[in-house]
């Protein structure tokens, strides 16, 4: 909404939320998250034609187009447990806006949700009872965290989905008419309604699968001397296979790909494809393993006990340039190791310390042997091994023979992001391993 409004200065946006502390966020020099390149967008725009309140259905009267852009997190209870998208929120925003517009408004699908939510979406608002005309857009959203606002300026495309009637054709050329601002016309696509809803989950699970493929491709290089990162550039020469997205890990993270496809994987269910279900629930089978798979090889390496050993976890983050730590590796990584007794001490430059021990531990949960770093000296300080877990660029450029000089030896070092030149680090003397390097 900040890029809108920064493109569109004709455009008010007023974002309105239910929670007061998060919109006073918003509305100071603190914004409520990180993401690169944010601040000054919001700054340009805001108190000019962008603004944060708690006003909702104020909102709801004066707008023409509302963005529906609540959480659909994985349902927790009742039927599709664990894999269906929780749409209780939708829902209630749907409720919100029938009862409170009093005219003509179209309405745009932002949450990433199941195909077919439109119609719930439209029945809910036909119980208007001032006969207000509503007409229901699919505009996912593509960008990616620590490269948002990079993104949305030059998106790869904008997709808009809509009903192939003339006044659904009409609500798609308003949307289409406010990306035209700054996104070339070519790069803005319009589809009916249930293609737009599939694809977004669809566009993430073929990225999550290229992640699981190279992953369990760099199992392989691990037992056979082959070097993925080698194997990847190999392949991603290829025009038709592609160079991004072939980087890998020590499992993909982040509130979407996961969720994203297990919510794929209950649609088809629902319509009776278990076979198209199972063939990518393996994509988050292998990602699952992939994790257990790399706190498995510190224990193997380090003589089969990590037990009161310390071990730096450098970065908790699910990805570099962001603060969000939703279904990052590294709780996984930590949960490991701390089940295997080992004193676990973390480092993140962005992650708040309570944050990370709530993540691994659970919320007020302590344990002694979890603890947390202020650099990633202190973290490495006195450490058998080191665990790179979030590609950090800062982790590229650490005085590793310093580090060294201050571990017990052997002093291990396992690079779960290939981000790090490892054979400058066995000639400092490291035992390096990264993934996927036979
Ligand atoms: C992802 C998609 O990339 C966006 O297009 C989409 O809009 C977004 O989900 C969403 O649905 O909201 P995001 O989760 O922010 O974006 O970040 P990604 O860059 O996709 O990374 C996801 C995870 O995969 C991270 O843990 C990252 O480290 C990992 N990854 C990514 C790899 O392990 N290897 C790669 O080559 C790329």
């Given at each position: 909404m900040a890029m809108i409004a920064l493109k569109c200065p004709d455009i008010t946006v007023t974002v309105v939320d239910m929670n007061v502390a998060r919109i006073a966020a918003w509305n100071s020099g603190q914004l409520p998250i990180f993401e690169p390149g944010l601040d000054e967008v919001v700054q340009q725009a805001r108190g000019r034609n962008l603004f944060f309140s708690t006003d909702v259905a104020g909102q709801i009267k004066k707008s023409d187009i509302i963005f529906v852009a609540v959480n659909t997190p994985t349902k927790t209870y009742g039927v599709g447990a664990g894999r269906a998208a929780d749409l209780r929120y939708i829902e209630s925003v749907a409720r919100t806006i029938a009862e409170h517009a009093d005219s003509a408004k179209i309405i745009v699908e932002k949450s990433t949700i199941p195909v077919k939510t439109?119609?719930?979406?439209?029945?809910?608002?036909?119980?208007?009872?001032?006969?207000?005309?509503?007409?229901?857009?699919?505009?996912?959203?593509?960008?990616?965290?620590?490269?948002?606002?990079?993104?949305?300026?030059?998106?790869?495309?904008?997709?808009?989905?809509?009903?192939?009637?003339?006044?659904g054709e009409q609500a798609m050329a308003t949307l289409v008419g406010v990306y035209a601002r700054w996104v070339q016309r070519d790069r803005i696509i319009t589809t009916n309604l249930w293609s737009s809803e599939l694809s977004k989950l669809v566009a993430n699970a073929f990225l999550a699968q290229r992640i699981s493929s190279i992953n369990s491709i760099s199992a392989l290089c691990e037992a056979t001397g082959a070097d993925v990162d080698e194997v990847a550039n190999a392949i991603g020469k290829d025009s038709r296979i592609g160079a991004k997205f072939l980087k890998s890990s020590v499992g993909f993270g982040g509130s979407c790909f996961q969720k994203d496809i297990l919510n794929l994987t209950y649609l088809c269910e629902s319509f009776g494809l278990p076979e198209v279900a199972a063939y990518w629930t393996s994509v988050v089978g292998i990602n699952d393993w992939q994790k257990r798979r790399f706190a498995g090889q510190i224990v193997k390496a380090l003589f089969n006990t990590v037990a009161e050993k310390k071990i730096a976890v450098l970065g908790f983050a699910f990805k570099k340039d962001t603060n969000d730590t939703r279904e990052s590796a590294a709780i996984n990584v930590c949960r490991d190791l701390l089940s295997e007794h080992a004193k676990v001490c973390v480092y993140d430059p962005k992650v708040p310390a309570d944050e990370i021990i709530a993540d691994t531990l659970g919320k007020g949960a302590q344990n002694p042997r979890l603890t947390v770093a202020k650099d990633a000296y202190e973290a490495c300080a006195g450490a058998h091994a080191i665990a790179i877990v979030t590609e950090w660029d800062e982790f590229k450029t650490l005085d590793y023979a310093k580090i060294f000089a201050g571990m017990p030896k052997p002093a291990f070092l396992f690079d779960g992001r290939n981000i790090v030149d490892l054979a400058a680090l066995r000639q400092i003397g490291f035992q390096a391993t990264g993934i996927g390097k036979g």
């Open positions: 439109a119609d719930a979406i439209k029945t809910i608002l036909a119980s208007n009872s001032r006969g207000v005309k509503f007409q229901v857009l699919s505009n996912p959203e593509f960008l990616a965290e620590g490269t948002a606002v990079k993104d949305l300026t030059n998106p790869d495309r904008v997709l808009i989905g809509g009903e192939r009637t003339p006044e």
